[in-house]
Structure formats: C-alpha cells, structure tokens
C-alpha cells in the first residue's frame, strides 16, 4: 500500500485535514497525542449511516479529551498532535489491520457504512486520515531525536463511565506496557491526589494487537511512554476540563524535574 497518505481519496477540499497540532515549537519534553480528540466524519461518508444522537456518544470519540489536551499544552507549553475524525471512520490508535480499525459494531451501535467496504474504501480511510496522523507525529519524533531534545510520549484518552451496562469505578488510570520508568511515576503522584481513585492499566492496558500509538510511537523508538484515560463525566464541561489539565499539568511538572534529577532526560 501506498505510505505517503493523500487526504484528497476521502476529504472534499473544504474540509479540514485530520491533524491537528497545537504549540509545535512548545519547550516540554512531554509530546502530546490524542488519537480521538474529534469526532469528524468526511461528507463523503455521509454520516456512515449512524443515527445523529450517536455521533455525540463516546463511541465516535474520547469525549471532554479535547478540551483537556489543548489546556494541558499550553500550561506545559508541550507539543499537542492530535487526529480530528471520528474514530468510526478508521481509529487511529488500532494496527489497520484488526477488524476493530474500522469497526462493524461499537459497543452495541452497528455501522452500516463500515459494512462490506471494497478494498479501496478501506484504503481511502487509511491514506486519508490513518497514514498523515501517524506520519506526522513520527516526523515530529524523528526531529526531536536528530536535534537531541527529550521526548516523554504521553496518550491522552477519555473512557466512558458505563460500558456494556457495567459502572467503572476509576477516575483516572495510567495504559502502559513496556515502558517502566513514565508509568510509576505518574501512578504515585495520582494516588496521591485526594479523592482519587486511580487505576492501573485500568480499564485498559496496551497491547500490540489492540493498540498502536503506544507501541509504534513510544515502545519501538524507546521513548518514555504512558497513555491517560480520564473518565468522560469528570470532563464533560469546561470546568472539568480546566481542573484536569491543571492536575496533570502540575504532575507532570513534577515529574519533569525528577526525570531531570535522575538525567534521564
Ligand atoms: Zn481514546
């Protein structure tokens, strides 16, 4: 397949392109993503047959996650890339290749217009939306490591309170797999935030095969990595949104001067 990605296969010209970024010359070492930041769906595609009242739910994004990353980037002053389209269309943070990339059914809402797709269809999502995201972010890694300036990964997501029928009881959870020095450092200084409760790889963990951010971003070029789940109903208005970035913010602060004090970065 074609790597270079073309957003003409899927977007009208009036409409905007899938990366977003925010502060590209911000100072942190924190590089920011958000893999379902939005929840647009190219013209072309015309809604994929999903009524409207499901287009706002958290199946076709991580909902408040925006809010909270462009807050964040500007108090840590840190890099924000972020993809705009609805995960429904292709989710950027699945390996093209599982079924779950561009999903038949999420939770129970079937999608019509992901059913059947030619090869081709599937191809447009991945050039059009898929390709430039990821590209983008590892153009951006491969610049900060020529040039010698720390990259920590941090994956900003948003989880629904209620899934399948089954209440989640964590306000907050770090997703990591193989990185051992971000993870830790984040779940100390969150279970020490009062009135938390803080899951760890919960209710995810990463994998290679139900993740890709994660692993092909941060694991495979040996970056600090963690991915955040923050659960909608905390970020739902701005208030919310506002409160957690400055939480995280200041942690992460935090945990910037001891990854300097241990020269690790
Ligand atoms: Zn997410």
Request: with cysteine; proline share 8%; glycine share 8%.
């Amino acid at each position: 397949m074609e790597d270079t990605g073309d957003t003409s296969l899927l977007l009208g010209g009036e409409e905007v392109p899938p990366v977003r970024e925010v502060n590209a010359s911000g100072r942190s070492p924190f590089l920011l993503i958000c893999d379902h930041y939005g929840r647009l769906i190219p013209r072309r595609l015309a809604d994929l047959g999903v009524p409207a009242a499901e287009l706002t739910r958290h199946i076709a994004w991580d909902i408040g996650i925006a809010g909270v990353a462009e807050a964040l980037s500007g108090q840590l002053d840190a890099h924000l890339i972020a993809q705009r389209y609805s995960r429904l269309v292709i989710d950027c943070n699945r390996p093209p290749e599982v079924p779950s990339s561009i999903p038949h059914l999420s939770e129970a809402t079937a999608i019509p217009g992901n059913e059947g797709l030619a090869d081709d269809a599937v191809a447009a999502r991945r050039q059009a939306i898929f390709q430039p995201y990821h590209r983008r972010i590892g153009e951006v890694i491969e610049r900060r490591l020529r040039e010698g300036v720390p990259t920590v990964l941090v994956s900003l997501h948003s989880f629904t309170p209620v899934y399948a029928g089954v209440a989640r009881p964590w306000h907050v959870g770090t997703l990591y797999h193989r990185d051992t020095r971000l993870p830790p450092l984040l779940l100390e200084l969150l279970r020490a935030e009062p009135g938390l409760v803080v899951g760890d790889n919960q209710p995810y963990a990463v994998s290679d095969a139900t993740d890709y951010s994660i692993p092909v971003h941060g694991e495979a070029r040996g970056l600090m990595n963690s991915g955040l789940e923050i659960r909608q109903d905390l970020i739902a208005d701005p208030a919310g949104q506002r409160q957690w970035a400055d939480r995280l913010a200041r942690i992460l602060g935090e945990i910037e001067a001891t990854l300097r004090a241990q020269r690790l970065i």
